[in-house]
């Protein structure tokens, strides 16, 4: 009975693995089709919604806003409502602006916290996801098709459960991105309206006021 | 002569010399540029300097070659990366290096944020609690929180959402303004833990040596283990330029040997074709290489007295036994030439040759005194060396003069003193021009006019002021304590006094470690700031965040910290943290690495404040050591002044005892006016034309030209002795002979030093070449024209 079950289970043991190679195929193929797509972007700009579910919000808060992008190191990303706020970085050089305040400079060496926000911004909004594949552990899904993402990092994955990323199914442009966190707060950011490669006025990147 | 008593003398020196190599064969040589300086307040300095590893300390800037312009952003700051680990990584390994920095340790903003946090109340001065009141108001809160709703919300709101709980009003951005004073004017990024340049393409890694980078033996062994790690760690498209003490003792050193290698077979050769056209006997040149039998003996005396001799008044000593060779071409030309028996002509040589070894031993004694320990060294070792070169050439040049066969009264002849007048008027304006031009001359006690510095070393040093700053010259305050709270304590005095004087651009760490006094005294002034306020405050940021969106009690964790006793910062926290090695750097503790030679005190903590040294700057600086006890203050401004001080009092005091000293033994000598003037005739053209060579130069004497300037006194007055004593005998042509003689062998060897690449050497040559130019023909023609009616009057 038991020679049986093994000659019965035999066969599965060379049906798996292919399988799970499969699975490593399509997601290296679909990564790099992601990769190739994004490299053809030079310059970017779509409007953005992020909704912020928080437990020390009364309320779930929405944003909404523009992001511009300009490779390799000019990035704007700028809320409209309910709070003006522009965030800009420029090379190892930055700028913030927030309400009414005055706007803030920033240099990237002298400042961790803007350092590590670059850090993170960057490594989503090139498109490596070769290189996050070596921090992550990533899930391809049919359904967009969108990527599961969940650290290797047990510091990251302490803050980050999980990132979602949807994706339009013909542009390969990222549509959706949830980020998961442990306590149950998660964040949604959605993209839409893209414009690629179209040059772009360089004071999006050298000042807080839209040109 | 009789064979015997000649072998028995030459048995005698042979045995002394043998018997002086065997005892200064345990000679400990030091090749220390320190020894060069005046061992008072200045030496003490670059002691102290030495002491913190500033003096010791190499900087690597690691460089993307400019014809790399094809590689991407990314990949050039990716190869100065590995490049920076590696040969960091490889530096650290080796023993021949203390602290290596190259980078930080991953993620060490956030460990020091999260050390520093629950000391912030210690840390925090009057100035910051201000800074804090003024947010405290229902509009300053309202604009707090309505920023931190808009972070939270903005991409940096995830990483950071914890830290807004902790700290709504933004106190940790006091904190990260307090870090930046270990920065100072130093202009460097950090990416990955990693020193980078504004550009990118420049990254930097520096090294303490364990071994003293001032030694050209110690800067060599140090050079070559960073080659080996340079080779070893740099990728391709990488070059490295390296700054600090190494490169210039190399760069010293280097020249020297390169020089001598090239300058002493000229100036031996030159030497023997000399002598050999001259006198046509071999024998000749053993008179000239009698005085140095001495060498030996005058060494091992030496190590009698220092237990530790420099290599440079080693070398610099034996060549100063060349005077006495003088002593021996009178010795020999008198015998081989002049009319009388042997021991007639030794008596008639005797006078002048124990007249001139007395000026020249009495130039040396007044050495002994100088500010500089080299200069004593090399004093001992003249005195003791002449004094016996002189001995064995009196006792072996006997041995080896041949008497010409016919010596004709043509050789006793009268000196030439046609033209006394034009001769005297021409001494005169001489004498007169050099008078002017001394009070032009400037000490300068800028030790770098005597270093090499090579178009390589000014391009690197330009290139890392451009890249890392700081633009200008810097000064290192220093503040001693015998525990180190109360270092720590001196230290926060410093960094207030500067501030208060508007002192920008310090690296201090008093910011971010305050002695423990200023931090209980933070602590109490943080305790009566919140006592009052606090509920208030924590009243207002509810109904504020309540109002934005927050939930109450949002911000618990901030008041929960606030409620807290606050908590005294161990220094142990940071010396152990993450920006160990920077502040190791700023920080010495006791024989932390049990180098006492290094350690000048070694119980005594030390802690530096680097801070611009610039006219502005200095009489505050300056100040500051009366103001506080236990601080130095070391800067290049203050070096040069001090030194220049030191040597223009080295300078009177040596140069008016010499003077003295010499005029009065003219005087014990001849004990009229008239011969004294004539024999120091020589010394005053020398020191005349050298005044007048430097003034037509830079206007500048630099403390080779003294060291120079006593010697060629010493062989000067020499040149006026022989002739004057010849005059009183009745004039003899060997004795001008013998002195053209002199006067040719010391321009040939010392004149090829002109030549020398070395700034020091080249001083040597000249300073020789002009002043022995000058006192040659004087002797000559000048000393006999001032005799002549002394001469007159007592025929």
Same mark, same amino acid.
């Given at each position: 009975?038991?020679?049986?079950?093994?000659?019965?289970?035999?066969?599965?043991?060379?049906?798996?693995?292919?399988?799970?190679?499969?699975?490593?195929?399509?997601?290296?193929?679909?990564?790099?089709?992601?990769?190739?797509?994004?490299?053809?972007? +030079?310059? =970017?700009? /779509?409007?953005?919604?992020? *909704?912020?579910?928080?437990?020390?919000? #009364?309320?779930?808060?929405?944003? !909404?806003?523009?992001?511009?992008?300009?490779?390799?190191?000019?990035?704007?990303?700028?809320?409209?409502?309910?709070?003006?706020?522009?965030?800009?970085?420029?090379?190892? +050089?930055? =700028?913030? /602006?927030?309400?009414?305040? *005055?706007?803030?400079?920033?240099?990237? #060496?002298?400042?961790?916290?803007? !350092?590590?926000?670059?850090?993170?911004?960057?490594?989503?909004?090139?498109?490596?996801?070769?290189?996050?594949?070596?921090?992550?552990?990533?899930?391809?899904?049919?359904?967009?098709?969108?990527?599961?993402?969940?650290?290797?990092?047990?510091?990251?994955?302490?803050?980050?459960?999980?990132?979602?990323?949807?994706?339009?199914?013909?542009?390969?442009?990222?549509?959706?991105?949830?980020?998961?966190?442990?306590?149950?707060?998660?964040?949604?950011?959605?993209?839409?309206?893209?414009?690629?490669?179209?040059?772009?006025?360089?004071?999006?990147?050298?000042?807080?006021?839209?040109? | 002569?009789?064979?015997?008593?000649?072998?028995?003398?030459?048995?005698?020196?042979?045995?002394?010399?043998?018997?002086?190599?065997?005892?200064?064969?345990?000679?400990?040589?030091?090749?220390?540029?320190?020894?060069?300086?005046?061992?008072?307040?200045?030496?003490?300095?670059?002691?102290?300097?030495?002491?913190?590893?500033?003096?010791?300390?190499?900087?690597?800037?690691?460089?993307?070659?400019?014809?790399?312009?094809?590689?991407?952003?990314?990949?050039?700051?990716?190869?100065?990366?590995?490049?920076?680990?590696?040969?960091?990584?490889?530096?650290?390994?080796?023993?021949?290096?203390?602290?290596?920095?190259?980078?930080?340790?991953?993620?060490?903003?956030?460990?020091?944020?999260?050390?520093?946090?629950?000391?912030?109340?210690?840390?925090?001065?009057?100035?910051?609690?201000?800074?804090?009141?003024?947010?405290?108001?229902?509009?300053?809160?309202?604009?707090?929180?309505?920023?931190?709703?808009?972070?939270?919300?903005?991409?940096?709101?995830?990483?950071?959402?914890?830290?807004?709980?902790?700290?709504?009003?933004?106190?940790?951005?006091?904190?990260?303004?307090?870090?930046?004073?270990?920065?100072?004017?130093?202009?460097?990024?950090?990416?990955?833990?990693?020193?980078?340049?504004?550009?990118?393409?420049?990254?930097?890694?520096?090294?303490?040596?364990?071994?003293?980078?001032?030694?050209?033996?110690?800067?060599?062994?140090?050079?070559?283990?960073?080659?080996?790690?340079?080779?070893?760690?740099?990728?391709?498209?990488?070059?490295?330029?390296?700054?600090?003490?190494?490169?210039?003792?190399?760069?010293?050193?280097?020249?020297?040997?390169?020089?001598?290698?090239?300058?002493?077979?000229?100036?031996?050769?030159?030497?023997?074709?000399?002598?050999?056209?001259?006198?046509?006997?071999?024998?000749?040149?053993?008179?000239?290489?009698?005085?140095?039998?001495?060498?030996?003996?005058?060494?091992?005396?030496?190590?009698?007295?220092?237990?530790?001799?420099?290599?440079?008044?080693?070398?610099?000593?034996?060549?100063?036994?060349?005077?006495?060779?003088?002593?021996?071409?009178?010795?020999?030309?008198?015998?081989?030439?002049?009319?009388?028996?042997?021991?007639?002509?030794?008596?008639?040589?005797?006078?002048?040759?124990?007249?001139?070894?007395?000026?020249?031993?009495?130039?040396?004694?007044?050495?002994?005194?100088?500010?500089?320990?080299?200069?004593?060294?090399?004093?001992?070792?003249?005195?003791?060396?002449?004094?016996?070169?002189?001995?064995?050439?009196?006792?072996?040049?006997?041995?080896?003069?041949?008497?010409?066969?016919?010596?004709?009264?043509?050789?006793?002849?009268?000196?030439?003193?046609?033209?006394?007048?034009?001769?005297?008027?021409?001494?005169?304006?001489?004498?007169?021009?050099?008078?002017?031009?001394?009070?032009?001359?400037?000490?300068?006690?800028?030790?770098?006019?005597?270093?090499?510095?090579?178009?390589?070393?000014?391009?690197?040093?330009?290139?890392?002021?451009?890249?890392?700053?700081?633009?200008?010259?810097?000064?290192?305050?220093?503040?001693?304590?015998?525990?180190?709270?109360?270092?720590?304590?001196?230290?926060?005095?410093?960094?207030?006094?500067?501030?208060?004087?508007?002192?920008?651009?310090?690296?201090?760490?008093?910011?971010?470690?305050?002695?423990?006094?200023?931090?209980?005294?933070?602590?109490?002034?943080?305790?009566?700031?919140?006592?009052?306020?606090?509920?208030?405050?924590?009243?207002?940021?509810?109904?504020?965040?309540?109002?934005?969106?927050?939930?109450?009690?949002?911000?618990?964790?901030?008041?929960?910290?606030?409620?807290?006793?606050?908590?005294?910062?161990?220094?142990?926290?940071?010396?152990?943290?993450?920006?160990?090695?920077?502040?190791?750097?700023?920080?010495?503790?006791?024989?932390?690495?049990?180098?006492?030679?290094?350690?000048?005190?070694?119980?005594?903590?030390?802690?530096?404040?680097?801070?611009?040294?610039?006219?502005?700057?200095?009489?505050?600086?300056?100040?500051?050591?009366?103001?506080?006890?236990?601080?130095?203050?070391?800067?290049?401004?203050?070096?040069?002044?001090?030194?220049?001080?030191?040597?223009?009092?080295?300078?009177?005091?040596?140069?008016?005892?010499?003077?003295?000293?010499?005029?009065?033994?003219?005087?014990?000598?001849?004990?009229?006016?008239?011969?004294?003037?004539?024999?120091?005739?020589?010394?005053?053209?020398?020191?005349?034309?050298?005044?007048?060579?430097?003034?037509?130069?830079?206007?500048?004497?630099?403390?080779?030209?003294?060291?120079?300037?006593?010697?060629?006194?010493?062989?000067?007055?020499?040149?006026?002795?022989?002739?004057?004593?010849?005059?009183?005998?009745?004039?003899?042509?060997?004795?001008?002979?013998?002195?053209?003689?002199?006067?040719?062998?010391?321009?040939?060897?010392?004149?090829?030093?002109?030549?020398?690449?070395?700034?020091?050497?080249?001083?040597?040559?000249?300073?020789?070449?002009?002043?022995?130019?000058?006192?040659?023909?004087?002797?000559?023609?000048?000393?006999?024209?001032?005799?002549?009616?002394?001469?007159?009057?007592?025929?």
């Amino acid at each position: 009975m038991r020679r049986k079950l093994i000659l019965m289970l035999l066969p599965l043991l060379f049906i798996v693995p292919p399988v799970f190679a499969e699975d490593n195929g399509r997601l290296s193929s679909f990564i790099h089709e992601v990769e190739a797509k994004a490299a053809t972007v +030079k310059t =970017l700009t /779509c409007t953005l919604k992020q *909704e912020r579910h928080l437990a020390i919000f #009364a309320r779930p808060v929405i944003f !909404q806003g523009r992001m511009a992008l300009e490779k390799p190191d000019k990035l704007r990303w700028e809320f409209t409502s309910p709070i003006a706020s522009v965030l800009i970085f420029n090379g190892a +050089k930055g =700028l913030k /602006c927030s309400g009414n305040s *005055e706007p803030q400079r920033f240099n990237l #060496a002298t400042d961790p916290v803007m !350092q590590m926000v670059s850090k993170q911004i960057w490594t989503w909004v090139n498109g490596s996801y070769t290189t996050l594949q070596k921090q992550y552990r990533m899930v391809l899904l049919e359904q967009g098709p969108c990527l599961v993402l969940t650290s290797n990092d047990p510091k990251i994955a302490r803050a980050i459960s999980s990132v979602k990323i949807s994706f339009n199914s013909t542009s390969l442009q990222p549509t959706t991105v949830r980020i998961q966190e442990p306590g149950g707060d998660h964040t949604v950011i959605s993209f839409s309206d893209f414009i690629l490669n179209q040059p772009l006025n360089q004071s999006l990147f050298t000042r807080c006021s839209s040109p | 002569m009789n064979t015997n008593s000649a072998w028995l003398k030459w048995g005698i020196a042979f045995f002394l010399a043998a018997f002086g190599l065997f005892a200064a064969s345990g000679i400990y040589l030091g090749e220390d540029a320190l020894d060069l300086l005046p061992d008072t307040a200045v030496r003490g300095d670059i002691q102290l300097l030495q002491r913190m590893g500033l003096v010791n300390r190499v900087f690597i800037s690691l460089e993307i070659d400019p014809s790399q312009t094809t590689v991407s952003r990314n990949g050039i700051e990716q190869a100065l990366k590995t490049s920076a680990g590696q040969v960091g990584s490889v530096l650290a390994e080796n023993p021949v290096f203390r602290e290596v920095l190259y980078q930080l340790p991953p993620g060490y903003e956030w460990r020091l944020l999260d050390q520093l946090w629950s000391h912030l109340p210690a840390l925090l001065a009057e100035e910051d609690l201000r800074r804090i009141q003024s947010q405290l108001t229902t509009d300053g809160l309202n604009q707090a929180l309505t920023e931190d709703f808009a972070l939270l919300n903005s991409p940096a709101g995830l990483p950071l959402k914890e830290q807004i709980r902790r700290d709504p009003l933004g106190l940790s951005r006091l904190l990260i303004k307090r870090l930046s004073s270990l920065r100072g004017e130093f202009t460097a990024q950090i990416r990955d833990g990693f020193f980078f340049s504004q550009d990118g393409r420049s990254c930097l890694i520096w090294a303490e040596s364990a071994l003293p980078l001032t030694d050209s033996k110690a800067a060599e062994q140090v050079q070559s283990e960073v080659q080996k790690a340079l080779q070893q760690g740099m990728v391709h498209g990488v070059s490295a330029r390296i700054i600090g003490a190494l490169p210039h003792t190399l760069a010293n050193a280097r020249t020297v040997q390169k020089d001598l290698r090239k300058l002493l077979p000229l100036a031996t050769l030159t030497l023997f074709i000399f002598f050999f056209l001259i006198f046509r006997d071999p024998r000749a040149l053993l008179v000239v290489g009698i005085p140095f039998m001495a060498a030996p003996v005058a060494i091992a005396v030496l190590r009698l007295f220092y237990d530790r001799v420099s290599a440079i008044a080693l070398g610099f000593g034996i060549v100063l036994l060349g005077i006495a060779v003088d002593s021996a071409i009178h010795i020999y030309l008198a015998l081989s030439r002049n009319p009388g028996g042997k021991d007639a002509v030794l008596k008639g040589i005797k006078r002048p040759v124990i007249l001139s070894t007395a000026t020249t031993l009495g130039v040396f004694v007044v050495l002994l005194f100088s500010e500089v320990p080299s200069h004593r060294q090399m004093a001992t070792l003249a005195i003791t060396g002449v004094f016996l070169a002189v001995l064995l050439a009196w006792m072996l040049v006997p041995t080896l003069a041949i008497r010409k066969p016919q010596i004709s009264k043509v050789e006793h002849i009268t000196p030439g003193i046609r033209h006394s007048t034009l001769k005297l008027i021409l001494w005169g304006l001489l004498l007169a021009a050099g008078a002017l031009a001394w009070p032009g001359l400037h000490y300068n006690g800028n030790l770098q006019t005597l270093d090499m510095v090579t178009p390589k070393i000014k391009a690197d040093e330009a290139h890392f002021r451009a890249t890392w700053g700081p633009a200008g010259d810097e000064a290192f305050i220093l503040a001693s304590g015998k525990t180190l709270s109360q270092a720590l304590d001196r230290n926060d005095q410093v960094y207030e006094e500067l501030q208060r004087n508007s002192i920008s651009g310090l690296r201090s760490i008093s910011p971010i470690l305050p002695g423990p006094f200023l931090q209980a005294q933070n602590i109490s002034n943080w305790n009566v700031f919140w006592e009052k306020r606090r509920v208030c405050v924590e009243k207002e940021i509810d109904r504020i965040g309540t109002e934005l969106g927050f939930v109450s009690g949002a911000f618990s964790p901030f008041f929960e910290w606030l409620s807290a006793k606050p908590v005294i910062l161990d220094p142990s926290v940071l010396i152990s943290g993450p920006l160990s090695p920077l502040i190791c750097s700023m920080l010495r503790l006791p024989d932390k690495h049990g180098k006492k030679n290094q350690d000048n005190n070694g119980h005594e903590i030390l802690i530096t404040t680097i801070a611009p040294d610039t006219p502005d700057t200095w009489p505050v600086l300056k100040k500051l050591e009366e103001q506080i006890r236990g601080v130095a203050v070391l800067s290049n401004s203050k070096w040069r002044s001090n030194i220049e001080a030191l040597v223009r009092h080295d300078v009177t005091r040596l140069s008016v005892a010499a003077g003295l000293l010499i005029v009065c033994l003219m005087w014990f000598f001849f004990q009229r006016p008239m011969p004294v003037l004539a024999a120091l005739a020589p010394v005053l053209s020398a020191l005349s034309f050298m005044a007048i060579f430097n003034y037509l130069c830079n206007k500048d004497i630099n403390l080779m030209h003294i060291l120079i300037g006593i010697m060629v006194i010493g062989i000067s007055v020499d040149y006026g002795i022989f002739v004057v004593c010849a005059f009183q005998r009745a004039i003899s042509k060997t004795t001008f002979f013998a002195v053209s003689m002199c006067a040719v062998s010391t321009l040939s060897g010392f004149g090829v030093l002109t030549l020398a690449e070395h700034p020091a050497l080249h001083t040597l040559g000249a300073t020789v070449l002009v002043g022995i130019g000058a006192a040659w023909p004087t002797a000559l023609w000048i000393t006999p024209v001032i005799l002549k009616p002394y001469n007159g009057n007592e025929t």
